[in-house]
């Protein structure tokens, strides 16, 4: 195949048209912004879940029953629990705490404080930073599924 031979007559109206011409921008694509990570202690849920909580009409996934067990077990047990919960993409899970001396009883004498210990220190192992990675959100739970004396862990999505 042959090359074509260009006329001076094409050559003076490209460099014409060269002159002349803009540069074409890019379209531009529109990125959504990154999301940093949630931080503790935000909600991590949608206002149709948290409803949907608050009127028990969700069924936790998984349960576990803290009740009988010294705090350093049943630190070690919610630990592996949560873990092991999000490993299996369980979203919704019951801790039961146990909700202590009951108000009624103030003068019992096989015990002396009024909130169950693992009632007052599980909501605070829960928002240290070792669970933060794991939870979206705790919240008290519906009284269908332990009331005050159960929570309900939201776990993040496992990325």
Known sequence: MRRRITSE??????EHDFRQARPIRPATRKVAP??????PGGSGI????????MRGALEPDAKIDLHGRTEAVAHRSLSSFLAGAQRRGDRLVLVVTGKGNPDSDDTASWSTRRVGVLKEMVPRWL???EFAALIANVRPAHSRHGGGGALYVYLRKRR
């Open 46 to 53: 949608n206002g149709a879940t948290e409803q949907r909580l």
């Open 127 to 129: 928002n240290e930073p």
């Open 34 to 39: 990154r999301k940093a990570p949630a931080a």
């Open 9 to 14: 007559e094409e050559r003076k109206e490209f």
